[in-house]
């Protein structure tokens, strides 16, 4: 069975940066899109960025496009985000999700295993 752990999340100062990492384990994820949402204190959850699988074509959310940058490691069952210039309005809990995605990253619901986040704070 598939599991998914989020890791990096921390406080950071405005303008600051931090990789978050989604570890699998329990099965690969070689043929699964993994995506990235937020959840911001008193919104709803929302997409952040997605990676399909072995062909890696990507997403962003217009928020984050030219800032965040997800990115796989296959062999280490691992996808990366790496978010650079961080501002107040990207504090949330980030979360990794497996889906099915070979060429178009999954519609929300199509997600069908999420790990339980990483908090991620961004203030001076």
């Known amino acids: 069975q598939l599991q998914l752990v989020e890791s990096g999340g921390g406080l950071v100062q405005p303008g600051g940066s931090l990789r978050l990492s989604c570890v699998a384990s329990?099965?690969?994820?070689?043929?699964?899109?993994i995506g990235w949402f937020r959840r911001a204190p008193g919104k709803e959850r929302e997409g952040v960025s997605c990676?399909?699988?072995?062909?890696?074509?990507?997403n962003y959310a217009d928020s984050v496009k030219g800032r965040f940058t997800i990115s796989r490691d296959n062999a280490k069952n691992t996808v990366y985000l790496q978010m650079n210039s961080l501002k107040p309005e990207d504090t949330g809990i980030y979360y990794c999700?497996?889906?099915?995605?070979?060429?178009?990253?999954?519609?929300?619901?199509?997600?069908?295993?999420w790990g339980q986040g990483t908090q991620v704070t961004v203030s001076s």
């Open positions: 329990g099965e690969t994820i070689d043929y699964k899109a």
């Open positions: 999700a497996a889906g099915p995605g070979y060429v178009v990253c999954p519609r929300e619901y199509e997600y069908d295993t």
């Open positions: 990676i399909t699988s072995t062909r890696k074509n990507t």
